[in-house]
């Protein structure tokens, strides 16, 4: 057979290795998330197309997986009803399942569906995969993970705050230096209202977005074309300018929004967050970015930026305050504030600075040579033994050439191989190879399990 | 908006609760899987339909979920290709990829692409959904986990002695009392060949896998059915009334396959494996059962099936030796064993023994009251303090009525509640409700810490 068995492009096969490596990654986010509260929820991986269309756009809409309706999907189909021109109307007859495109609107659909047996405010984090038909490349999936953090059901701004804490102890777990870009997108809307733009917020937000990565001259240049005067872009052009500590800053916007309610609300709202921020000593590391505007339509309040320092990447964070989650699902008003990890990218930026632990515990750390079957059951034993202690540990299970199972261990990374034919299960002490340095030792099996224990 | 929004038939939402429960089953396996070396692996959800298709017989084939191409599915397809009597043409135009059926398939896939990357033997294992369009009924999903652990390119009985010992250290450590029922492929053929009936294998497993269902008399009957003669039949019976010990059950076949090689061979490989089994003292929890059939043709060797003996319900892990599993994939010759958890009965055994462990670390264990702005600032430092000694903390972000603080830490079962206060700050000696006696504790900050770790 010459065929070659490959995946769809877009999706990954993930090895040991890249396992516990990601793993390491989803197990710190998980441990500091319980450690503030939040419990896990997962929904399923297919939805009805009826609860995921019209939520991401027209264009999100098109990168939707849809699902082929099981059984015999073009029963009762008539020829009119197919046409290459515009399949549309077809797929709705015979596709009436998606797979997810993000966990936020599964999540508004969790909420309304389990509102009376849910807590609130409810504190949620969820790890799971989703799927886009975008073109792949390099750094996008078609299948890939989302992390992400909400609470929900309260208006505080102790939740942002929160979320601070949760961006500065994840990544100080990870050994990654970062900075928290902050912005607040009633700022934003104070800042359309002074160049007396309030009615074209949205194409503000956009250009200030890509700020970043076209340039100040490039997105003045789009606001133009959006129809933006000349007059109205220098109103705007200061506020991309400020300088300054995070108060200073805050200090010059009091002064320019003056005139607006919105923005002076948004200012409020920063300050409040800022001295929480400041008593727990977490200012240095976060930044008020007034150019932070964070694509996304729902964002009403703070919004939230994370990139890592050391590293050239995109952001590895990132969120924000909505206020209106499940109102598309009928349950109006219910306010919520959260962040996404981006995991694929925080396995970058580790891998870049070769900062995943070294010594793993997913790993084997004793490995017995096979000689044959009487030395087998003294083996068994004594691995038996090992595993009580929580020392991982295996037996090799072929009496294969002592090169073969040395190699073995050698690939596998594991750091002792016992060596126990007839003279060491006759004198009970065991001889013990470091694989590392070469070196052998001479161990009774109680003194293995200390020396296991103490490297 | 009055409309309804749920989830597709056969999926399910994982509520908080129900993902506690659930990682704590997850969270077990994977701890004993490592102790014994096995590393994860993970495929995508998605594979291409060439890799799926004609696998799992002609109904697996129309068990699979399979997804519409993305863009233009239609384009380049005449009418004359669409036909509502036979829609499988049309499918495979317009749909190249489909969700995963089981984990073997997409595993054996993963071993050949991957082959020069591996060390062998090979031992692995994975946790992930798959996706039939099976009938919903009770019990039975169209979205669900399955929970494989495998060693592969061995051919050691060994393997199979280290399944049944991690068998045993999984349900040791949920509580669960099982019975692990063995048989040997081999020793089925043998019986076959000694009635005559060797042509018919197939037919006498499918017959004996029943018999735990279906009784004895139907079982035979079923065979009558099938062709076999009141003769074969007849030299059958006696292998379904073995009595006895593992080691009375082996003597007996021995003297009743000695006419089988084949049989005769199984017949060594059992007492291979419980030689080492009793080494282990984990005899009494196996049982050899010549009616263990397993149903699925790839099973060469040993097979294993786990009943537990406290509930009525069907097998909760299975698996058995396979001696080709990449042969489809164009890597023959490679020899394996592994099983497969079942986590969904797993999970209702442990509800309906009431085995969850009750206090889970991935709760709060200590909720500060919220009494407003001044003292949340005094609530912040706390709270990060007991974080550090890895104590789940949350303050409540609202300064809501006591009355609603109070049911919320209810509703979540936080068992400790801090009022924090203006008195309370200014003496530095914190009022702590117990939850569960109602008492309150008057403690500083230093003797919370340490109330939290002893409890």
């Not at 084997?364 to 540990?393: D, P």
Request: proline share 4%; glycine share 10%; charged share 25%.
């Amino acid at each position: 057979m010459g065929e070659k068995f490959t995946i769809p492009k877009g999706t990954r096969d993930f090895t040991p290795v890249e396992m516990i490596r990601r793993n390491f990654i989803f197990d710190t986010v998980k441990k500091v998330f319980s450690h503030y509260g939040y419990v896990p929820i997962e929904t399923p991986a297919m939805e009805n197309l009826s609860t995921l269309m019209g939520k991401y756009g027209e264009e999100g809409d098109k990168l939707l997986f849809k699902i082929l309706n099981s059984g015999n999907y073009l029963a009762g189909i008539g020829p009119e009803e197919i046409n290459p021109e515009n399949p549309g109307p077809l797929t709705q007859k015979i596709a009436e399942k998606g797979l997810k495109y993000d966990l936020t609107v599964p999540f508004a659909r969790f909420v309304v569906q389990h509102q009376n047996e849910i807590t609130f405010p409810f504190k949620r984090y969820q790890i799971q995969t989703v799927w886009r038909a975008d073109k792949p490349q390099k750094g996008r999936y078609r299948e890939f993970f989302q992390c992400d953090v909400d609470v929900i059901g309260s208006h505080s701004l102790m939740n942002e705050v929160e979320l601070v804490q949760i961006i500065a102890d994840v990544f100080g777990r990870l050994d990654i230096r970062v900075v928290i870009r902050l912005n607040n997108r009633k700022i934003l809307a104070g800042i359309a209202e002074i160049a007396g733009a309030r009615d074209r917020f949205t194409d503000l937000t956009i250009a200030l977005d890509k700020l970043d990565k076209i340039g100040l001259e490039k997105a003045l240049g789009e606001l133009k074309e959006k129809g933006f005067t000349e007059a109205e872009v220098e109103k705007i052009m200061p506020f991309t300018a400020i300088t300054g500590t995070f108060e200073e800053r805050l200090r010059w916007l009091e002064g320019h929004l003056s005139g607006s309610e919105t923005g002076l609300k948004g200012i409020a709202e920063m300050r409040s967050v800022f001295t929480r921020i400041k008593f727990l000593r977490l200012e240095e590391i976060c930044e008020l970015d007034i150019t932070l505007a964070r694509g996304l339509n729902y964002y009403t309040g703070t919004i939230f930026e994370v990139k890592a320092t050391e590293v050239e990447i995109g952001s590895i964070c990132g969120g924000g305050r909505y206020d209106d989650l499940t109102g598309i699902f009928g349950l109006p008003g219910v306010s919520g504030v959260g962040i996404s990890f981006g995991a694929d990218r925080i396995y970058d930026v580790l891998l870049a600075l070769n900062r995943f632990p070294g010594h793993d515990t997913a790993t084997t750390r004793v490995l017995f040579v096979n000689f044959g079957e009487k030395e087998e059951l003294f083996c068994l034993g004594l691995a038996s033994r090992l595993r009580e202690e929580g020392i991982s540990t295996e037996i090799y299970p072929d009496p294969d050439k002592l090169k073969k199972q040395m190699k073995y261990a050698d690939q596998k990374q594991i750091p002792l191989v016992v060596l126990a034919g007839e003279n060491e299960i006759g004198s009970g002490i065991l001889t013990v190879k470091n694989m590392k340095t070469g070196e052998q030792m001479n161990l009774t099996p109680g003194q293995l399990v200390n020396f296991c224990k103490e490297t």
